[in-house]
């Protein structure tokens, strides 16, 4: 199982940027695909984005065009890019490794002025 710590999140003012960074562990992650949930109070977790092992995306639309998805294989690393931020996009945002089933712990982003 790989091990998932993010970081990055933070308050922020609507508009604003941020970028999401996710530290995986071990020696396979290169073969993993990788994906960036979200959970706001009060709703169900909600897929963001994800990125195969060759680096295909996809987004969901409340993010498209927003947020980019990438991952650095040498570095056992993946980041969300986060643009134009919203107050609906303030949420706990987690790491996953959907073929192992691992979660990150979340890291929080509040978009607020």
């Known amino acids: 199982q790989v091990q998932l710590v993010e970081s990055g999140g933070g308050l922020v003012q609507p508009g604003g940027s941020l970028i999401l960074s996710c530290a995986a562990s071990?020696?396979?992650?290169?073969?993993?695909?990788m994906a960036w949930y979200r959970q706001a109070p009060e709703k169900q977790r909600e897929l963001v984005a994800t990125i195969t092992r060759v680096s295909s995306t996809y987004y969901a639309d409340s993010v498209k065009g927003r947020f980019t998805i990438s991952r650095d294989n040498a570095k056992n690393m993946v980041y969300l890019q986060m643009n134009s931020l919203k107050p609906e996009d303030t949420a706990v945002y987690y790491c996953?490794?959907?073929?192992?089933?691992?979660w990150g712990q979340g890291t929080q982003v509040t978009v607020s002025s």
């Open positions: 996953n490794a959907p073929e192992t089933g691992s």
């Open positions: 071990g020696t396979t992650f290169k073969y993993y695909g």
